[in-house]
């Protein structure tokens, strides 16, 4: 099955400093990708989706420009928290979208900012 | 926006045992998807079962099967011969068949314990 990998999959780092996670589909191109946020014990919540070489289209009280999204080639996007809050640590899972529609996950980064 | 609805925060079953989780949804396409994720404590999100609005019959995947009843909105997952490692939050997911580019729109997810 298709595999979409995702780096790191912890990071910690200082408030006000930003982090990037990168999520790659393996072995297959993915036109579309997605990022997911999920506080715990909570549902998946969409934050934006990612179509390659295009802008990415944020979902609504999501800052785009907090949440600076790439998707340079089919087969990478990264997700880079800017300034970093406390209130920004969270899990953080990519999707990628194979053109039979079938989305894959990544297997998610936890992101502690202290 | 779809809406999709789980009652549901948390269920049990006995090792064994046959369990079934529900999962509601809110819709004006025709046309659309819908899914079965699992994700362990691991939280690496696994898709479980899937099924084409389209397509009257119900999905099976092994002791995995749906009962999808398109006119209610309603698709739940029923989960024969649990086994403990079924132990996981499970998410009901939509996403319409226009194309690949929209996302998937989860539940709130089930939490199912399964007990020896």
């Known amino acids: 099955g298709a595999v979409v990998s995702q780096h790191p999959s912890r990071v910690i780092c200082k408030s006000g400093t930003s982090v990037k996670i990168e999520c790659r589909s393996l072995?297959?191109?993915?036109?579309?990708m997605f990022w997911y946020r999920q506080f715990p014990k909570k549902s998946l919540m969409l934050m934006a989706t990612?179509?390659?070489?295009?802008?990415?289209?944020?979902e609504q009280g999501v800052e785009k420009d907090k949440f600076l999204i790439n998707h340079a080639s089919l087969t990478l996007s990264t997700l880079t928290v800017t300034s970093a809050h406390p209130e920004d640590s969270s899990f953080y899972i990519c999707?990628?979208?194979?053109?039979?529609?079938?989305?894959?996950f990544g297997p998610g980064t936890r992101l502690t900012v202290t | 926006a779809q809406t999709v609805t789980q009652s549901q925060p948390e269920m049990s079953v006995q090792e064994a045992e046959t369990v079934t989780l529900s999962c509601t949804y809110d819709?004006?396409?025709?046309?659309?998807?819908l899914f079965w994720y699992k994700q362990p404590p691991s939280r690496q999100m696994i898709l479980v079962i899937r099924?084409?609005?389209?397509?009257?019959q119900n999905a099976t995947e092994n002791r995995f099967s749906v009962n999808f009843q398109k006119a209610a909105k309603s698709f739940s997952l029923k989960i024969s011969d649990s086994q403990l490692g079924d132990a996981a939050m499970y998410f009901c997911?939509?996403?319409?068949?226009?194309?690949?580019?929209?996302?998937?729109?989860f539940g709130k997810g089930t939490s199912l314990l399964v007990t020896p």
């Open positions: 999707s990628a979208s194979s053109v039979s529609h079938e989305q894959y």
């Open positions: 819709t004006s396409e025709s046309d659309y998807y």
């Open positions: 099924q084409e609005a389209y397509k009257q």
């Open positions: 990612s179509n390659e070489g295009s802008k990415a289209t944020y």
């Open positions: 072995d297959f191109q993915a036109t579309t």
């Open positions: 997911a939509y996403r319409s068949a226009r194309n690949s580019g929209y996302a998937l729109n």
